[in-house]
């Protein structure tokens, strides 16, 4: 008899093998996960950056940066939160660098992303709130895929548990990663009992998240980082009350998991910026020479009669911040809104840097008569038009 005879019927079940071999390249489950929910969140981040008047694409050029400065910043937070194990008495330190065995955290996963996302953003001309209310819902998507991660694993459950759907864990081989220990028969090893499924409650909330920041987006019209902040904000709540109920190994204040302060902390902060934070969205029209409005469909319409194959339309030199309203009728009928003008209706100009700015006050030879102030260069105008840095 095996531990594994010990197990009621009514569970779920997890797989005994994470790693694969593909000649002499190791497949790893977990190492799919998180590429198959990076690919779903470029595609949700994508398709909300053309709604707002972004250029095809330009989720390429932002996850470039994004990817690898989220990857870095959650080995990074996962080695600070747990220095015992590559520094402590028995640790290696070059351990840490070892990625492959797994340590991420995703508290320095989501700062390393917003911090290439902002360096992205600024080379791009992009406000950084445009790119992260963008990003709202794609992140909690591919948290959820990514912690399928956890399943093939066998990590991250909680305690014991009688309930229908408690998860079998397997006993892992220390010496052979992502595969579990086998008995004389073969078979896997089960440990005994069954567990809260945390990796699942995790799964599940993180898509209802996605739901709520679509929902609130929709309703509220939510700009200027506010959809992110309901990301935070809802992510974090669930993963305060998930936290308490792992039972794995993890550093602790005061007697509480180190991640549900870090988890309580961040919702005050998403809680704050939603409060204090106000304004209308912000969309963008492209500068320079990809200023055609963006087509109706996402197909593309393409003439068969035409002889020399089609080059790629040039990235814009920038973008100009305008209304919803502005937005939707240079989408329509491709007439770009008048830029800004002074208050005695003279046209505005670009500014040095290729981003529309409002032309600038007279000098103090040309003060007016009347002595009325002179209008400020970097004042958003009358139609709602700023300049695209204002958010960066």
Same mark, same amino acid.
């Given at each position: 008899m095996?531990?594994?005879s010990?197990?009621?019927?009514?569970?779920l079940?997890?797989?005994?093998?994470?790693?694969?071999?593909?000649?002499?390249?190791?497949?790893?489950?977990?190492?799919?996960c *998180?590429?198959?929910?990076?690919?779903?969140a470029? $595609?949700?981040t994508?398709?909300?950056?053309r709604?707002?008047g972004?250029?095809?694409?330009a989720?390429?050029?932002?996850?470039?940066?994004?990817?690898p400065?989220?990857?870095?910043g959650?080995r990074?937070?996962?080695?600070i939160t747990?220095? +015992?194990?590559?520094?402590g008495?028995g640790? !290696?330190?070059?351990?840490?660098f070892?990625? $492959? +065995?797994?340590?991420?955290g995703?508290?320095?996963?989501?700062?390393g992303?917003?911090?290439?996302?902002w360096?992205a953003a600024?080379?791009?001309? *992009?406000p950084?709130?445009?790119?992260?209310d963008a990003?709202a819902?794609g992140?909690?998507l591919a948290?959820?895929?990514?912690?399928l991660?956890n $399943?093939?694993?066998n +990590?991250l459950f909680?305690?014991r548990t009688?309930?229908?759907?408690?998860l079998?864990?397997?006993?892992m !081989?220390?010496?052979?990663?992502?595969?579990?220990?086998?008995?004389d028969?073969g078979q896997?090893?089960l +440990?005994?009992?069954?567990?809260?499924?945390?990796f699942l409650?995790?799964l599940?909330?993180?898509?209802?998240?996605v739901?709520?920041?679509?929902?609130?987006?929709? @309703?509220l019209?939510?700009?200027r980082?506010?959809?992110?902040?309901v990301?935070v904000m809802?992510?974090?709540?669930g993963r305060?009350?998930i936290e308490l109920?792992r039972?794995?190994?993890?550093?602790?204040?005061?007697?509480?998991?180190l991640?549900v $302060?870090?988890?309580?902390?961040?919702f005050l902060?998403g809680?704050?910026y939603f409060? @204090?934070?106000?304004?209308p969205?912000?969309?963008?029209?492209p500068?320079g020479?990809?200023?055609?409005?963006?087509?109706a469909s996402?197909?593309?319409q393409? !003439?068969?009669s035409e002889r020399?194959?089609?080059?790629?339309a040039a990235?814009?030199?920038g973008y100009?911040?305008?209304s919803?309203?502005q937005y939707?009728t240079? @989408?329509?009928?491709?007439?770009v809104?008048p830029e800004?003008a002074?208050?005695d209706?003279r046209?505005?100009g670009d500014g040095p840097?290729g981003d529309?700015?409002?032309?600038?006050?007279?000098?103090d030879?040309e003060e007016?008569a009347d002595?009325?102030?002179?209008p400020?260069?970097d004042?958003?105008?009358a139609?709602?038009?700023r300049?695209?840095d204002?958010d960066?």
């Open positions: 095996t531990l594994a010990l197990s009621p019927q009514a569970a079940p997890s797989p005994s093998t994470a790693v694969w071999q593909l000649g002499p390249v190791p497949i790893r489950a977990y190492a799919l *998180i590429i198959a929910g990076i690919v779903l470029c $595609w949700v994508e398709r909300r950056l709604q707002r972004v250029a095809p694409g989720v390429l050029d932002i996850a470039v940066w994004a990817v400065a989220g990857i870095i959650a990074i937070y996962h080695v747990s220095p +015992e194990k590559y520094f008495a640790g !290696d330190p070059m351990k840490a070892a990625i $492959w +065995e797994g340590g991420l995703i508290w320095g996963a989501v700062a992303g917003a911090l290439g996302a360096i600024r080379q791009l001309g *992009i950084f709130g445009v790119v992260a990003l819902p992140l909690p948290q959820a895929v990514g912690r991660g $399943w093939f694993n +990590e909680g305690a009688t309930l229908p759907w408690g079998e864990i397997h006993r !081989d220390p010496d052979n990663p992502g595969r579990a220990l086998r008995d028969a896997p090893i +440990e005994p009992g069954l567990y809260q499924p945390t409650y995790e599940l909330w993180n898509l209802g998240v739901a709520l920041v679509l929902l609130l987006d929709r @309703r019209r939510l700009g980082g506010r959809a992110f902040a990301y809802g992510y974090t709540a305060f009350w109920m039972t794995d190994e993890a550093n602790q204040i005061l007697g509480v998991r991640n $302060w870090t988890a309580a902390l961040v902060g809680l704050i409060v @204090r934070v106000r304004g969205r912000d969309y963008l029209i500068l020479a990809a200023t055609t409005p963006p087509p996402d197909l593309s393409v !003439d068969l020399e194959t089609p080059t790629r990235a814009p030199e100009r911040v305008v919803e309203e939707a240079w @989408r329509d009928t491709g007439v809104p800004a002074t208050d209706d046209p505005a840097s529309t700015t409002l032309v600038d006050g007279p000098s030879a007016p002595g009325s102030p002179v400020r260069a004042r958003a105008d139609t709602g038009a300049p695209a204002r960066s």
